[in-house]
């Protein structure tokens, strides 16, 4: 099964981040579609239905990225969306996925640190693709 | 974990067993708060031993049968009120006449629980009162020494501060592992880029730094009489290359009769941040004009763009600490989101104002109020 020509959406408030995150995208053989805020992102995913998605957490507000991951989820139930946050370093508020409680409200599929190898990054999106497509 | 004490005054013996039985084991969990909640319950036969514990054990929660055979649980009702003490009383009550529910409720009952009832009834009774109790903690918190500000401004600022960090070392590493292939030139906009985050980044450390002498209000303030038009002119002095280079041009009207008791490097903290918010929120080609005039007590310095302006709901933010209005028009520039942080506290400690009046695409006043020895009108 390819996972080639797949396109990621990537949604950060920090254009560097988001230059650095689409050129590593992009060196595994992804395609990329950039936004730079909660709003710029819903405004994208009404036109394109991308395949995967990785988002920030914090952007115009504290909490823009779980509000993303809601309503992408509401309109592309199948679309795996990982969370990059650096929340847990900064803050020490820990958010575990796989905690039963906060999969309830929390709609991502994977939460990974901002700072995750280039290697981790692959296989984590790989996975997620590989699962829907299976 | 936090405790409850829950009192239970009940002439009934098997009333309060019942109670302590059903919430020995219970709790109550707020995942989103990181806070749960378990009871401790005391037990009391009469008013007048409940109030004895009342007053020894400071309950939190109190579960009060009105019949009793001394004083009436109403009568209890009272004391508390009139003591003003910080008690949650729920009624217990068998045969609750509309009179006593009336009265109940007027001295300050929370909550009825009908007699006899299940323990799913007193289960849920309680957990809502824990509710009530837990957002009452909360506010009361919030208000000690604004702790949780200074705790959400400590949280901002390493965010603030090591989002350039990472992102320097986001192009480092790209550098290091030759992403862009051996031609030098392919990174000049890595360092292009790292080299206007170390920029912002100092920015940031230095408007720090005048943040915690405008928050204190202290230190070493050198107040003396001031002319505003020589303030406003060094300023704009320092500004001049940026917007020459910004292509805007920078006039100042007013005259030296503007004097003002103040300190002189705070004014200087204003004037640098609005003028040069205005020169860098502002159009090729654009102007700010500064004027400063004296009206009745007050000073009064009105800075003026022609820039990009702002929408309503941005202007209720831009004091706040560490907010930068993010738009399309924006993007490219750079800031710590302090300056006007800054300057609205600074402008407070001499008990003055500042308003904002602004439109998208047509530009932005800033009217800044300062008294000149009473409070303005």
Redesign the interface.
Known sequence: MSTKNKLILIVD?????L??MK?RVE?FGFQTLLA??QKEAEELIEKTKPDLAIVDL?M?NEDSGFILCYKMKKKYPEVPIIIAT?VA???GISFDINDE??RKWIKADRFLE??IRKEKLKEEIDKLLIKINS | MSTLKILVIDDEPGIRSGISRILRNFRVDY?FMEEAFDFEVHEASTGEAGIELIEKDKPDILLLDNKLPGIQGIEVLEYIRKKQMNIIVVMITSYASLELAVKATSDGAYDFIPKPFTPQELKSSIENITKRVFLKKMTNKLQETGKQIRFQFL?VL??EL??PL??IE??LQ?IKER?AGPQLESYDYMVD?MLE?IKGMRTLILDLLDLTKAASGKGKRDIRELNLVDIANTAIDTMRPYSIQKDVKLNLHGNDTVKIMADSEEMEIIFNNLISNAIKYNKEGGTVDCTISENGNCVEILVEDSGIGMNPEDITRIFDDFVRI?TEKT?NITGSGLGLAIVKKLIDTYMGKIEVTSQPDKGSKFKVKLPIDKPCS
């Open positions: 408030d920090d254009q560097d981040y230059y650095q050129t060196s730079e805020s914090m115009e650096g370093a900064e803050t409680n906060n901002k700072g | 995942p949280s390493s965010h090591k989002a990472n992102s986001g192009y790209m992403q880029r985050r993010k993007r």
